[in-house]
């Protein structure tokens, strides 16, 4: 019974898109699909943060590109209001640049606006029972993505360093004479030189200035 009870129950959608015709058309056709409802319009970001807390919305159908704040910070702050809400982004744009950074910001589904009347509403039905729906051009592109290789992260310079001679670099960014240094560490001036030489070969850099411009640069001098 509680089941039929929510099959029963409208789809609550929210469209926000600062075209007025596209935001028109939209409500004309989703008004004929049998268990969906537009609760409300917004023609800027913050115009649907506003309706988002007010409507409380069970999808929200976002553009991306807006003028003022666009939808992948009016997709961040519409989720932050109301978690429980599923964005779906319906735009023209499938370049990385706009993709991937509305994905991260919460994004459920992604259509284009080329998307067919009957895919938009499917896509709504979709999500009200969470599952996803990726335009496949948009599906293929993040499944590249995740098939390439991430490059290894290149280590820090003075990762390469000694326990030894990051204690030589901690005290030479504080000022302190290659005698001064040796003194506090028990070891010979010789083998501070030693370090020294090591430690500017390492970092990369020709002298004592430099080495210590990189220690207080990367916390090391603290």
């Known amino acids: 019974m509680e089941e039929q009870a929510m099959e029963q129950q409208s789809i609550k959608v929210l469209l926000v898109d600062d075209h007025e015709m596209v935001r028109i058309g939209l409500a004309a056709v989703l008004d004929t699909e049998d268990g969906i409802e537009v609760v409300g319009e917004a023609s800027t970001g913050q115009e649907g943060i506003r309706l988002a807390q007010a409507y409380k919305p069970d999808i929200v159908l976002m553009d991306l590109v807006m003028e003022g704040m666009d939808g992948v910070e009016t997709t961040k702050q519409v989720l932050d209001i109301h978690p429980d809400c599923k964005v779906i982004v319906l735009t023209s744009y499938i370049d990385d640049s706009k993709m991937y950074p509305v994905i991260e910001a919460g994004a459920f589904s ?13 896509a709504i039905r979709a999500a009200a029972r ?62 501070v030189k030693y370090h020294i030489t090591n430690i500017f070969n390492k970092l990369e850099v020709e002298d004592r200035t430099q080495a210590a411009i990189y220690a207080h640069k990367n916390g090391i001098a603290e």
């Open 110 to 122: 992604y259509l284009l606006k080329t998307s067919r009347a009957g895919e938009i509403a499917d």
């Open 130 to 191: 969470g599952q996803s729906v990726l335009e496949s051009q948009v599906a293929a592109k993040m499944m590249n993505r995740l098939r390439t290789p991430k490059k290894p992260q290149k280590k820090a310079l003075h990762e390469e360093l000694t326990e030894r001679e990051m204690d030589v670099l901690h005290r030479l960014a504080q000022g302190k004479s290659n005698q001064d240094i040796a003194d506090e560490l028990f070891i010979g001036i010789k083998t």
